[in-house]
């Protein structure tokens, strides 16, 4: 329920404060972005399986958004930015599915 | 609980069902607390990527794309700029033909004034004399007006009426037996002369001694003439119109010069 109730805070946060992302993070915060979301849905799945530890949450979901921002860096610093960009989001995209598949299996049993 | 969020539970579902209910439950543990601050953030993260994607289309393409994009750009606006040129150069057509349309019609206004003038079908004023011929004695012959007709010609003049009727190159003047008929107008003394022209080339000529003046004098007339800035000669006559006579095709302009 916290963890609901951060996640509306953050986003009205957001649509009130109206921050302006600095140029600096612009090619990294969609893809940190979507690794965080990976992250969460993956401890949604934990929870359901019952092996939900705060501190794996905390380091999984740092570690997810560093590691997909170092990758586009790296891959901007190498000139296939695009390209590894859209190799995370496909991979994290993969990840989310396969995690939400496995809630609804643990929530609907289908 | 378990009831409530799902109507006929069997056991492991009841299990996940609980434990997501159990997670779920506010409770200020380290844990939920983490959660909560991650989410957090992730929320304000996703709502400011939102935003910034919706706000500036530019800003969030890679290099690539803004290198195209420039490209296309830039393709653009030279094609724009050619299609400028071209329309700048028509434009300049199309004025450069209106203006010499304009030329044309002007000079054409010009050359139907002039010949409007020549023919006494427009009225015209300008500096020339005033000439009146008065018979005291025997009437002036048609003979007399014509030598003083033909003495004005001479002299360059350009509009000339005698009373209310407008003299041009096909009238005539003939005796009649208490004064003259000038295009079919009975005509009585005295004649009053308008002309149009230049007055230091008509006096002279009229008053030549021998000239016409001389003859209407020697023939008993009374002649006054005086030299005017401002002539009108409002009197008009509207040409007949041609029946046998057409324009000839003009020349060619290669032969013109043979």
């Known amino acids: 329920m916290i963890a609901v109730i951060g996640l509306l805070l953050g986003a009205l946060a957001g649509i009130f404060l109206e921050p302006s992302v600095p140029t ?33 949450f905390l380091v999984s979901f740092l570690s997810n958004v560093l590691v997909a921002a170092l990758i586009v860096f790296l891959g901007d610093q190498l000139g296939v930015g695009s390209q590894l960009s859209t190799a995370v989001v496909v991979v994290l995209g ?17 | ?55 500036d289309d530019l800003s969030s393409l890679s290099q690539d794309e803004l290198v195209r994009l420039l490209d296309e750009v830039t393709k ?22 209106a203006d010499s349309e304009r030329a044309a019609l002007e000079a054409a206004a010009k050359r139907a004034t002039v010949q409007g003038i020549l023919a006494g079908r427009l009225p015209a004023q300008g500096p020339g004399v005033r000439l009146v011929l008065t018979e005291p004695g025997p009437h002036l012959s048609a003979t007399l007006l014509v030598d003083v007709l033909e003495e004005l010609r001479n002299a360059g003049a350009e509009a000339i009426q005698i009373d209310r009727s ?10 009649t037996a208490d004064g003259v008929e000038i295009d079919g107008v009975a005509l009585r003394a005295p004649y009053v002369w308008l002309v149009i022209g230049d007055p230091n080339t008509l006096v002279p000529a009229l008053e030549m ?24 000669v409002d009197a008009v006559r509207e040409p007949p119109s041609d029946h046998y006579a057409t324009p000839a095709p003009s020349p060619p302009a290669d032969s013109s010069g043979d």
């Open chain 2, 76 to 97: 653009r606006t030279d094609s724009l700029e050619q299609q400028a040129v071209a329309l700048r150069s028509q434009r300049a057509d199309l004025v450069t033909g």
């Open chain 1, 24 to 56: 600096v993070l612009q090619p990294y915060l969609p893809i940190a972005v979507v690794a965080a979301l990976d992250a969460l849905f993956g401890a949604l799945r934990a929870i359901l399986d019952g092996t939900f530890d705060d501190r794996v």
């Open chain 2, 1 to 55: 609980m378990d009831v409530r969020d799902a109507p006929e539970p069997p056991r492991p579902r009841a299990g996940a069902w609980r434990r997501l209910a159990r997670a779920l439950a506010p409770r200020p543990t380290r844990g939920q607390l983490i959660a909560g601050v991650l989410c957090a953030i992730l929320g304000f993260g996703l709502v400011a990527q939102v935003r910034e994607t919706h706000a």
């Open chain 2, 166 to 175: 407008r003299i041009t190159a096909s009238s005539y003047i003939l005796d």
């Open chain 1, 94 to 110: 993969i990840r989310i599915f396969s995690n939400a598949a496995a809630i609804r299996r643990h929530l609907f049993k289908a």
């Open chain 2, 209 to 232: 001694p021998g000239g016409a003046l001389a003859s209407v004098r020697g023939d008993g007339g009374g002649t006054n003439l005086e030299t005017m800035k401002h002539v009108v």
